[in-house]
C-alpha cells in the first residue's frame, strides 16, 4: 500500500520513512493550518498516530476540533512568554503571523489583514499541560511565519525532547534563510542537523542519532509514496472507468432487451402474416370491411351517410352473398343494428329476381320462407329449386 503525502513539500515522507516502525505514535505540530490541505501530521493520524495540534487561527481549530477528535486542539500562539500578541489573519491561508513587519509585506502584496488579539502560551507550558505522562514526542513541526526562533525558545529542551524537529527555515513566500538565530540553540541543545529540503530544516536528538542517516536523502522512488493529488485523480480515474462499465452494462442490457423485442416482433409478423395468408382470412374480407366501415360511420356520427354506405356495401356484397349463403344471417343482424334491414329487403328482392331469372331460381336471402333457414339447409333448398326449374323445361 502507497504511503499517500499530504504535506507541501514531502515533509510527512520523510518523517514516515524514519518513523515508520512507531506504533501509535505522537507529534507536536505547532502552526497546525489545515487538518488535511498540506498537513504533515494527516497521514500519521490516518495511521493511528495523535497528537497535539495548536493553531490560533479561529477557522483552522475549528476544522481541526472536527475532523481530528482523537488530537489535543489548541486555539493559542506559542511565544516566548505567555499572554496575549495581536494576531494577523490572512483570509483562509496559511499566512497568518504574528511578526508585524512580515504582515506588511502581505498588506502590500494585496493580501487582506484582519488582526485579532489571541492567547500566548510557551512550548514548555503546553507540553507540562498537555502531553500525556511518559509520552515521547516522536517529531516536532514548527511552521508559524516567521516567529519560530520564539518558539524553540519557549520549549525546555532537557525536559521535552521530540527526537526529530522539523522548523520552517525560510522567510514566507521566499526562498531567503531565516535559521541563523536558532540553529546554534538547537546544536547547543545537542540536536544533530540531518537534512534541509529548501524549506525545512530536520534535527535529530543525539539520543536518536541513527534517523540522521535515515534523513540523509530527499523523498525519492524508495519511499513508495503517493501525491494525495495524484491519488484523488486516480481515484475520480477509477469512478468515471466504474461509471463507463455501468454505462456499458446497461447498453448491453438494453440491446438485448432490443434483440429480445425484435425476435418478438418478428414471431408476430410470421403470426400476422400466416393469419394474413389464411383462408378464412380472405374469405371474411367483405365482412370486415363492412364492419370497419360501420363502426367508422358509427363513431364519426355521420348518419346522413349511411344509405350511401349500404348501396356501396351491397353492390361490394351482393355478389359474395350469393356464393356464400353462410353469410347471410351475420348480414341480417348487421343491418337490423343500422337500422336498414326493410331497405336491404328490398334491395335483394330486387337484385336477386333479377340476378336469378337467369339460373332459374327466385329465391333472396332475404324472403321470410328462408330467413331462418341455417346456411347448409339454404344451400339445399336452392339447388333444389333449380333442379325443379330444370326438370319444368324438360318438359
Not at 107 to 126: H, P, R
Not at 216 to 240: H, M, R, T
Request: aromatic share 10%; with cysteine; proline share 4%.
Amino acid at each position: 500500500m502507497s504511503f499517500i503525502s499530504y504535506a507541501q513539500n514531502y515533509e510527512d515522507v520523510m518523517l514516515w520513512r524514519a518513523l515508520k516502525q512507531v506504533k501509535n505514535g505522537f507529534y507536536i505540530d505547532v502552526g497546525a493550518a489545515w487538518p488535511d490541505e498540506h498537513s504533515v501530521t494527516k497521514a500519521f493520524y490516518d495511521r493511528g498516530w495523535r497528537g497535539i495540534n495548536i493553531e490560533p487561527n479561529p477557522v483552522h481549530h475549528a476544522s481541526l476540533v472536527k475532523q481530528r477528535p482523537r488530537d489535543i486542539n489548541l486555539q493559542v500562539a506559542i511565544g516566548e512568554d505567555a499572554g496575549q500578541l495581536t494576531m494577523n489573519l490572512v483570509g483562509d491561508t496559511g499566512l497568518s503571523t504574528l511578526d508585524t513587519s512580515i504582515a506588511d509585506q502581505h498588506k502590500d502584496g494585496g493580501w487582506g489583514i484582519v488582526q485579532q488579539t489571541v492567547s500566548v502560551d510557551t512550548l514548555a507550558s503546553v507540553c507540562l499541560q498537555h502531553l500525556p505522562s511518559g509520552q515521547e514526542v516522536h517529531f516536532l513541526k514548527v511552521d508559524v511565519e516567521g516567529f519560530e526562533e520564539q518558539v524553540l525558545r519557549s520549549n525546555n529542551w532537557k525536559e521535552f525532547r521530540p527526537w526529530i524537529v522539523l522548523v520552517e527555515a525560510t522567510l514566507p513566500m521566499t526562498q531567503q534563510e531565516s535559521f541563523e538565530g536558532w540553529e546554534p540553540m538547537m546544536l547547543g541543545a545537542d540536536y544533530l542537523f540531518a537534512y534541509a529540503d529548501g524549506l525545512n530544516r530536520y534535527y535529530v536528538a543525539k539520543e536518536h542519532s541513527n534517523f540522521a542517516l535515515v534523513l540523509k536523502y530527499p523523498p525519492n522512488v524508495f519511499d513508495g509514496f503517493l501525491l494525495i493529488d495524484q491519488e484523488k485523480a486516480e481515484a475520480k480515474a477509477q469512478q468515471a472507468e466504474a461509471k463507463a462499465q455501468q454505462a456499458e452494462a446497461k447498453a448491453q442490457q438494453a440491446e438485448a432487451k432490443a434483440q429480445q423485442a425484435e425476435s418478438i416482433g418478428q414471431h408476430y409478423a410470421a403470426t400476422l402474416n400466416a393469419v394474413y395468408a389464411s383462408k378464412s382470412w380472405q374469405l371474411t374480407a367483405p365482412l370486415r370491411w363492412v364492419f370497419g366501415q360501420a363502426r367508422r360511420l358509427k363513431i364519426e356520427g355521420l348518419k346522413s351517410r349511411i344509405k350511401d354506405f349500404a348501396k356501396k356495401a351491397l353492390r361490394k356484397i351482393n355478389h359474395e352473398l350469393l356464393l356464400r349463403p353462410s353469410m347471410r344471417l351475420k348480414l341480417i343482424g348487421v343491418s337490423r343494428r343500422l337500422g336498414i334491414h326493410a331497405a336491404l329487403k328490398t334491395h335483394f328482392r330486387k337484385a336477386h329476381s333479377q340476378k336469378m331469372a337467369h339460373s332459374g331460381s327466385a329465391i333472396s336471402p332475404f324472403d321470410s320462407k328462408v330467413q331462418d333457414l341455417s346456411p347448409r339447409a339454404l344451400q339445399i333448398y336452392i339447388q333444389l329449386l333449380r333442379n325443379s326449374n330444370n326438370n319444368k323445361g324438360d318438359c
